[in-house]
């Protein structure tokens, strides 16, 4: 894989990503956050998603989103996936016939780490062809274990892509619980789409585990994230965000909302909060429906 900074592509054999212009390119940052921190990410296939030849390219990309924005992604993505695992967890440890689904699943691995009885990962569509070649080759080295995981291709910006995936999440579902991720994306929506996709698992059943990760509305001028839309921006990722607050959450979801903020996440996991959040991305992390 090249990434070639001055015409922004992600070539190789089997995808094309226009990273100057896909917002897709969260994905390879996210799972190189992940990559560098596996162990507090409790994520061991990080490292696996992206080839040994292709993670040196994907590795000059966080380098440069490092300099420009800020050098901790790796903890906040990590620590978002840690909340998240341990949520998933525990949803298992109430039901074992629980089913997955993540929206914004790029490259994640819950559906390997935690015996779900079935999965269903939910991401643009080039990311959706890149996840499934390579799903498929580690199952055939041996490194993922055969899992009933569905991967689906949707615009979420499109209400009738939503209609078309609740209807699908439905069937999928099958009347058995549904514990429902919305990870790294709502922000990225507009706010119409942002609370439709975080509401789309308890549209799809009642007995639905929200967990959704979001920038809240106090953090709308938070220096960082001025720093991040900047750097997209180069990539003609959208400059407006949506922001939510736990009361618009709670009203989406019909729940009352759990919220983990990044200063929690590090109290939780590493005893002390080692980087405050004025310099950090400000992502929370909510858990309605337990």
């Keep these: 894989m090249k990434i070639k900074a001055v015409v922004g ?8 990503v226009d990273v100057h212009n896909d917002v897709g390119l969260t994905a390879y940052l996210v799972n190189e956050s992940r990559a560098r921190r596996e162990e507090l990410a409790a994520d061991p296939l990080a490292r696996q998603w992206i ?6 390219a994907v590795r000059d990309l966080w380098d440069e989103f490092a300099a420009s924005v800020y050098p901790h992604d790796d903890l906040v993505v ?7 695992r341990d949520t998933l967890t525990r949803a298992l440890e109430q039901r074992h016939d629980t089913v997955l689904v993540v929206c914004g699943a790029g490259f994640s691995s819950y559906p390997w780490l935690l015996p779900f009885a079935a999965a269903m990962e939910v991401d643009l569509p080039d990311i959706v062809s890149t996840k499934r070649r390579r799903a498929a080759e580690l199952r055939a080295a041996g490194v993922l274990d055969q899992r009933e995981v569905e991967h689906v291709a949707a615009d979420l910006n499109d209400p009738a892509a939503r209609r078309d995936l609740l209807d699908r999440i439905r069937r999928f579902a099958a009347g058995r619980p549904i514990a429902y991720v919305a990870e790294g994306l709502v922000f990225y929506l507009p706010p119409e789409h942002a609370r439709a996709v975080t509401g789309l698992g308890v549209s799809a059943g009642p007995e639905t585990l929200t967990v959704v990760s979001y920038w809240p509305l106090a953090a709308a001028d938070h220096p960082v994230l001025s720093a991040q839309r900047r750097w997209f921006r180069k990539r003609s990722v959208p400059e407006d965000a949506t922001y939510l607050t736990t009361g618009d959450l709670s009203a989406i979801l019909g729940n009352p909302v759990d919220n983990h903020s990044p200063e929690d996440l590090q109290r939780r996991y590493l ?15 909510a858990v309605a429906g337990k």
Excluded: A, K
């Design 9 to 16: 592509h992600v070539v190789n054999s089997w995808f094309y």
């Design 51 to 56: 080839s040994p030849e292709q993670r040196g």
């Design 78 to 84: 990590s620590l978002r996936g840690r909340i998240i």
């Design 271 to 285: 005893g002390e909060v080692v980087v405050p959040e004025t310099e950090l991305i400000p992502e929370h992390v």
